[in-house]
């Protein structure tokens, strides 16, 4: 597990991704896509269609860079008590689980606290999990546009000094298919089992 900083404030980490009207209807309509998939079904969203941000390399990162792979991407910070560590570990037994086929897999980090999750910060993270995950280090004005274009929420909330503020976000990953195609949404708290299936059935084409 990773090495967790001094313990502050535990945060009240809502998923208010459910709030936006897209989403919801996405949930509604997960039961009637592909029955095969445990995860919910996006397919045919007209959001999440993409990024394009440095990684913690200063290296400019778009989604059509990793064709040929599944695609999940997922926003969170450094800091962060349980739901991030707990999903990086999740998705890097997802990879291990599929064998050969894990290296089919990119896990994308976007932070949602690029202030304190510098470039350096964000590459000795990283590294703690899986050192083909990459993290991406956007600007605050290029977080608000990409957190708009995912649906996804995130707040500071002030601690006891102005550094040991937490953040409030969306938990959950967006799953691309190998044709850059958004299929899937894993809430947090989904089994490793199910995002296993899910990857097995996006890499053999369905």
């Given at each position: 597990?990773?090495?967790?900083?001094?313990?502050?404030?535990?945060?009240?980490?809502?998923?208010?991704?459910?709030?936006?009207?897209?989403?919801?209807?996405?949930?509604?309509?997960?039961?009637?896509?592909?029955?095969a998939f445990k995860l919910i079904d996006l397919t045919g969203a007209d959001y999440a269609r993409g990024f394009n941000l440095p990684d913690a390399n200063g290296q400019p990162r778009a989604l059509q860079d990793y064709a040929g792979r599944v695609v999940v991407v997922f926003f969170g910070y450094?800091?962060?008590?349980?739901?991030?560590?707990?999903?990086?570990?999740?998705?890097?037994?997802?990879?291990?689980?599929?064998?050969?086929?894990?290296?089919?897999?990119?896990?994308?980090?976007?932070?949602?606290?690029?202030?304190?999750?510098?470039?350096?910060?964000?590459?000795?993270?990283?590294?703690?999990?899986?050192?083909?995950?990459?993290?991406?280090?956007?600007?605050?004005?290029?977080?608000?546009?990409?957190?708009?274009?995912?649906?996804?929420?995130?707040?500071?909330?002030?601690?006891?000094?102005?550094?040991?503020?937490?953040?409030?976000?969306?938990?959950?990953?967006?799953?691309?298919?190998?044709?850059?195609?958004?299929?899937?949404?894993?809430?947090?708290?989904?089994?490793?089992?199910?995002?296993?299936?899910?990857?097995?059935?996006?890499?053999?084409?369905?």
């Amino acid at each position: 597990m990773v090495a967790t900083p001094t313990p502050t404030p535990r945060p009240r980490l809502r998923t208010r991704w459910a709030t936006w009207a897209g989403l919801l209807l996405a949930l509604a309509l997960g039961a009637c896509g592909n029955p095969a998939f445990k995860l919910i079904d996006l397919t045919g969203a007209d959001y999440a269609r993409g990024f394009n941000l440095p990684d913690a390399n200063g290296q400019p990162r778009a989604l059509q860079d990793y064709a040929g792979r599944v695609v999940v991407v997922f926003f969170g910070y450094v800091q962060c008590p349980d739901v991030c560590p707990t999903t990086l570990t999740e998705w890097q037994q997802v990879r291990q689980a599929l064998g050969a086929d894990g290296a089919r897999v990119q896990v994308v980090f976007v932070t949602v606290d690029p202030a304190r999750d510098t470039p350096e910060v964000l590459r000795a993270y990283m590294a703690n999990f899986d050192p083909s995950f990459v993290a991406l280090v956007p600007s605050a004005e290029a977080l608000r546009q990409v957190a708009s274009e995912y649906k996804v929420y995130y707040r500071q909330v002030p601690g006891p000094t102005p550094t040991s503020y937490t953040m409030e976000h969306s938990a959950g990953a967006y799953v691309y298919d190998p044709n850059g195609q958004l299929r899937l949404y894993a809430r947090y708290g989904a089994s490793v089992e199910a995002l296993t299936h899910d990857v097995r059935l996006l890499l053999g084409g369905h």
